[in-house]
């Protein structure tokens, strides 16, 4: 029996590569040269493209690949995929969600930690050797006296929520709609959030709707005692004045797991001994990592088998694979 091709963008864990070398013809970007540029019989046979975010999978890349029928993204982030035009197009686009949702909360709320009693510079301070010539300096911050906003109460926005309840902090949360059932404060506009809390912690999708959402007037908004916490995707903050408010003590603090344009972290954030810059760990342990893969397994499987996929994004609703 033929094998369906599968065209694969970048590395992906053993428990994927296993997978999909069983069931598909395994075409790599980086051996085939140009995404762009490839070959038509190659490309005609691809059915499948496995994708970890490491290119663009654009309208471009699926129009060059006229059976393609499944994009499976590793990540519930999917915003390297132009996923309107998938579902346009009659291309189902999967995603890994749930799976990785308490993990992120479990980071969100370290991240939030550790930027506010700086328990990273502390360590430092231990890891130099500077604890016997003097403790580290008293925090201005802590968590006691704050008040948090989330931006994004979905998935991963409730269960950080949920963990922020037994902490004692007032929670609000900015979104396109008041959600029912949810004991939180809501606002419909994040610069009237922004003026009622002092801790912003973001974990919204990377989109055209939340690019730079968070920027210099949301900042002057949160004020001199602000924290921002960003978890999400990093091009909803306007990283330059992001840097410029940290800088001139527009907001006091950050911590950051995603940036702008990562893996590039631009040195005036790195100079800033105070905030806390994670490098996109939000998920990564092996046991959510491996539950994401086997997810992405399930939706190719899923295709090969002529059964609905677990997780479509909400772009492309299944309907039938022919
Ligand atoms: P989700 O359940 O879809 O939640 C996303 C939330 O954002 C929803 O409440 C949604 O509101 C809201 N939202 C979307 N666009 C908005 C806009 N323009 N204005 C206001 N609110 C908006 O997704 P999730 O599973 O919680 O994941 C959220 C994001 O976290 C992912 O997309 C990914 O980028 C990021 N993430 C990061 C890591 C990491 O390692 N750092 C790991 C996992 C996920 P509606 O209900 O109105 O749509």
């Known amino acids: 029996m033929i094998k369906p091709g599968l065209l694969q963008t970048g590395p992906l864990l053993p428990i994927i590569e296993r997978a999909i070398g069983d069931t598909f013809t395994v075409r790599r970007v980086w051996e085939l040269g140009e995404a762009n540029a490839i070959k038509p019989e190659i490309a005609n046979s691809i059915e499948a493209v496995a994708t970890g975010g490491q290119i663009r999978v654009d309208a471009t890349l699926m129009r060059s690949l006229p059976n393609l029928r499944i994009v499976a993204n590793f990540g519930v982030g999917y915003d390297s995929v132009d996923a309107a035009w998938a579902g346009q197009n009659g291309i189902v686009v999967t995603n890994t969600p749930d799976v990785l949702t308490e993990e992120v909360a479990d980071t969100t709320l370290g991240l939030l930690l550790m930027t506010v009693r700086e328990l990273g510079a502390a360590e430092r301070h231990l890891r130099e050797g500077k604890w016997p010539a003097g403790n580290y300096p008293l925090t201005p911050m802590t968590l006691r006296t704050r008040s948090v906003g989330i931006l994004g109460l979905g998935r991963i ?22 959600q029912p059932d949810v004991p939180y404060t809501f606002y419909d506009s994040l610069t ?16 055209e709707q939340t690019h730079h959402l968070i920027n210099m007037d949301i900042m002057r908004a949160l004020g001199p005692n602000g924290v921002v916490i960003n978890i999400g995707r990093g ?55 491996d539950g994401m893969g086997q997810l992405v397994v399930d939706n190719l499987l899923a295709y090969t ?18």
């Open 235 to 289: 091009s909803v903050i306007d990283e330059a004045a992001l840097i410029e408010a940290l800088q001139h003590g527009v907001i006091l603090s950050a911590g950051l797991d995603v940036f702008e344009f990562e893996p590039e972290v631009p040195d005036e954030l790195i100079a800033m001994e105070r905030l806390t810059l994670l490098p996109h760990v939000g998920s990564a342990s092996v046991h959510t990592r």
């Open 192 to 207: 009237g959030m922004a003026e009622a809390v002092d801790t912003l912690v973001s974990v919204l999708p990377g989109t």
């Open 157 to 178: 926005g409730k269960a950080i929520a949920h963990r922020l309840e037994a902490f004692g902090v007032p929670i609000s949360y900015f979104g396109r709609r008041k």
């Open 305 to 322: 088998g002529n059964q609905p996929p677990p997780t479509p994004v909400p772009e492309t609703p299944f309907n039938g694979w022919d």
